[in-house]
């Protein structure tokens, strides 16, 4: 059941990270809704024996024993905070604000002072080699090529807005297919073995 959604989310840049993040507070939801709907009394252990979800995140995402309606915002992806940065760092973008064709790697010589794609992904984080990086924003169409210089798609943006859209549409069709499937039978009630005489 959940592999194509993963897969869906994988080929669009989703991370797990930003996937758990945008789980929690529906964990919380759906636990709220077993404790109310069994008349158990609400608080923080309860919900968090429930859900599975660390007192310490169920805390941090209720107000007043309430779960918001709406996501925190999304933890960033490796891919996402590197296009913030190259978008909003003068450092990486031109006099104008847009961001600038970057060099793939520095020469190395200290009078090397114009930066590069290879600065700006370590900028962000050593954990991954910047040439990982560059593969993974060229899979996602985020970055294109030219003359051995990187250089960031503006028309990004519109096509996240189509994922976005796209996915919202998903996600009303199976809510209604899941929601109508289980109507009535949240909790799995095994039957019991008939009486042989």
């Known amino acids: 059941m959940l592999l194509p959604l993963v897969r869906l989310l994988v080929a669009n840049g989703v991370t797990y990270p930003q996937l758990v993040a945008a789980l929690k507070p529906t964990f919380l939801r759906a636990a709220h809704a077993e404790l109310t709907a069994s ?5 923080d252990s ?11 995140d169920v805390r941090a ?19 996402n905070e590197i ?23 520095g020469d190395g010589s200290p009078a090397d002072d114009e930066p590069s794609f290879e600065q ?8 991954f080699h910047s040439r ?13 090529i030219v003359d051995d210089r990187a250089h960031l798609r503006s028309e990004r943006s519109i096509a996240d807005r189509a994922f ?15 929601a109508a499937q289980i109507a009535g039978s949240v909790t799995f009630q095994p039957k019991r073995a008939a009486k042989v005489e």
Do not use: F
């Open 39 to 43: 008349g158990k009394r609400i608080s």
């Open 46 to 56: 309860a919900i968090s024996i429930v859900s599975g979800v660390h007192r310490k």
């Open 61 to 79: 995402l209720t107000s007043e024993g309430r779960v918001p309606d709406r996501v925190p915002p999304r933890v960033q992806s490796l891919v």
């Open 83 to 105: 296009m913030v940065r190259w978008s909003s760092d003068p450092r990486y973008a031109g006099q104008d604000g847009v961001p600038s064709a970057l060099p793939l790697r």
């Open 120 to 127: 700006l992904a370590q900028s962000v984080s050593r954990d």
């Open 132 to 144: 990982a990086m560059l593969e993974e924003m060229l899979r996602l169409g985020i970055v294109e």
């Open 164 to 178: 976005i859209e796209m996915v919202q549409c998903v996600a009303r069709n199976v809510h209604d297919h899941l």
